[in-house]
C-alpha cells in the first residue's frame, strides 16, 4: 500500500474531493490508490490563519496520522490546460480522483517520496478503506477551499507556473507567459521573466535588453539587478577567454 505525506491544509483538501491536482517536483509511473499521511507540521495552515481570513479555522484539520486515500489517475507535466486550475502548480501535476476519508484517523509518522507502508499500518489502512467514505464538507471546510482556490495575486500565479515550466524544460511554454506578461502588462516584472529565459537558453543579448529595460522601469528590484550582474559577469567572462 502505498503512502504521500502532505502538508495541511492541502492532505485535507485531497481527501475531501476538493482537490483533484497534487504538485510534486517528480513523476511517477504509479497509477491507484494512495494513503494521504498527514505531515505535524503547522506552519502552512497558521499562515493562511494569521493572513486575517476569520472564517479559517484550525479545528478542521488533523496532524500525524493516516487520514484518507485518492486514486492516482495520471501524472502529467504543468501544462496550458491546467493553468487555470487554481490547485495545479507544478513541475509535475498528479490527477487524483475517488478521494474518500477514514471514519478515524491513524496516527503515523511520514516519509519522504511515495513510500510504503509496514505491514501493521497496511492492515489497520487496508481496514479503514473498507469504511471509508466521501467526505462531508461543512462551513468551516468550504471557507477552506474557497482561500486556497482564490487567487488573489494572478501576477505571482503567473511566476510560479513560469518557474515550474523553466524547471521542467518546457522553453516554448515558459517563453508564451514571458511574451504575454510583456505584451499584456509591460512592467519590469514581465521584462524579468523574458530576460530570465534568454539568460537560460544563452541569449545573453536579448537577455541583457530585457534586463535593461526592466531596470529602466525599476531600477530598486534587487531580481533585476542580480540579473544584469549575472549577464554581465557572462561577457565578461566570455570576453577573457577570446582573450
Known amino acids: ?3 504521500l505525506a502532505v502538508r495541511q491544509p492541502w492532505a485535507w483538501a485531497l481527501v475531501a474531493g476538493a482537490k483533484d491536482i497534487e504538485n510534486r517536483s517528480w513523476s511517477t509511473d504509479y497509477r491507484g490508490p494512495i494513503i494521504i499521511q498527514v505531515s505535524s507540521t503547522k506552519s502552512e495552515v497558521n499562515r493562511w490563519i494569521k493572513a486575517g481570513d476569520a472564517t479559517l479555522s484550525d479545528t478542521v484539520f488533523t496532524y500525524s496520522a493516516l487520514i484518507g486515500v485518492v486514486d492516482v489517475i495520471d501524472v ?3 501544462q496550458q490546460d491546467l493553468e487555470h486550475n487554481p490547485w495545479a502548480s507544478g513541475p509535475y501535476c498528479w490527477r487524483v480522483a475517488n478521494a474518500r476519508v477514514f471514519k478515524e484517523p491513524i496516527t503515523a509518522k511520514g516519509k519522504l517520496s511515495l513510500y510504503n507502508l509496514d505491514a501493521a499500518l497496511e492492515s489497520r489502512a487496508r481496514n479503514a478503506m473498507s469504511t471509508a467514505s466521501q467526505a462531508e464538507i461543512d462551513a468551516g471546510g468550504r471557507a477552506w477551499i474557497e482561500a486556497l482556490t482564490r487567487i488573489d495575486d494572478q501576477v505571482g500565479r503567473e511566476e510560479m507556473l513560469f518557474d515550474a515550466y523553466l ?5 516554448s511554454s515558459a517563453g508564451r507567459l514571458a511574451e504575454r506578461a510583456v505584451r499584456e502588462r509591460g512592467t519590469a ?3 524579468l521573466l523574458r530576460a530570465v529565459l534568454a539568460y537560460e537558453v544563452g541569449n545573453l543579448n ?3 535588453d530585457d534586463a535593461n529595460k526592466a531596470s529602466e522601469l525599476d531600477a530598486a528590484d534587487e531580481r533585476v539587478v542580480d540579473l544584469r550582474k549575472a549577464i554581465l559577469d557572462e561577457f565578461s ?3 577573457e577567454q577570446r582573450a
Open 237 to 239: 567572462g566570455a570576453a
Open 206 to 208: 536579448a537577455a541583457l
Open 1 to 3: 500500500m502505498r503512502c
Open 76 to 78: 502529467v507535466p504543468l
Open 189 to 191: 516584472g514581465a521584462y
Open 167 to 171: 524547471d521542467l524544460g518546457d522553453v
